[in-house]
């Protein structure tokens, strides 16, 4: 299996397949099993979604599919996860597959990367944005919920409670110290990026997809804060396009809904071939 060395020296699997222009998917790309694909589809998750986003994609595309994610899950970069070292990796993964110029799929928090990766390289020949918007987005926000989520990693153990799908008040942190602060690393180092000002920089077809209702608001106890994806691309779709995006809205979609297979491959895929089938 071809492995890409990431900037701390750690191997990341990658898995290729199909035929056609490159395609950098972030995604998973061995379905989840047993109870945590339970609990995934308790909150709208798809357990098999990088298995069936290749599928839609390889007849197309030679498609490089790498679980960054999990990786960073299993592997944690507490100190080192900014975004220069993030979009290192992303080329550490289109070096190990031979992808001089390729395109890149990423969504939420990968979806950013990818825009970072677009401010980094003059390799990238498409960039899609998923559930993330390209301008006015809530790095902010993160930052507060990321932080939020590592004072719960090092806070004593609460009792356990019922977890209530959806709920984000009933959710306990059960990741580690290391897990937690390397996205407040990220975020950090976002804190003062100015993706309206960034937008010069980017030269790519570009598309962003958003689901319609992808808007989160969290308690107290997680920053207090409302993570709006969907709103700032509905107001400023104007100033986007202006910009060269590409903006594709679900209707009707949250977080969840507009990352699955079967609403985002309709978009995805023909815009792909128009950018560089």
């Not at 690393?185 to 010069?200: E, G, H, K």
């Amino acid at each position: 299996m071809t492995h890409a060395t990431l900037h701390d020296g750690a191997h990341l699997p990658l898995h290729l397949t199909g035929e056609g222009p490159d395609l950098l998917l972030a995604v998973n790309p061995d379905p989840v099993e047993g109870p945590q694909a339970d609990a995934m589809r308790a909150w709208g998750a798809d357990p098999e979604l990088g298995r069936d986003l290749i599928a839609g994609l390889a007849d197309r595309f030679r498609v490089i599919a790498f679980d960054y994610e999990g990786h960073v899950q299993r592997h944690p970069k507490p100190d080192t996860l900014t975004p220069d070292n993030v979009a290192a990796d992303l080329l550490a993964v289109a070096d190990a597959a031979g992808a001089q110029r390729f395109a890149y799929y990423g969504y939420s928090w990968l979806a950013l990367a990818g825009l970072q990766l677009a401010l980094r390289t003059d390799r990238l020949a498409a960039l899609v944005m998923g559930g993330y918007p390209p301008i006015d987005g809530p790095y902010r926000q993160m930052l507060a919920v990321t932080t939020a989520a590592h004072a719960k990693a090092t806070a004593p153990a609460a009792p356990p409670g019922e977890v209530v799908a959806g709920d984000w008040a009933t959710v306990q942190v059960t990741s580690t110290e290391a897990q937690t602060r390397q996205f407040v690393t990220l975020y950090q180092a976002l804190r003062t990026f100015d993706d309206r000002a960034a937008q010069a920089r980017v030269h790519c077809p570009r598309l962003c997809v958003v689901g319609s209702a992808d808007t989160i608001a969290y308690g107290p106890d997680w920053g207090g804060v409302v993570v709006d994806i969907a709103g700032p691309l509905l107001r400023e779709r104007a100033a986007a396009e202006a910009h060269g995006w590409d903006v594709a809205v679900l209707d009707g979609l949250d977080h969840m809904g507009a990352m699955q297979a079967a609403a985002v491959l309709p978009v995805l895929r023909p815009w792909l071939t128009r950018a560089v089938g």
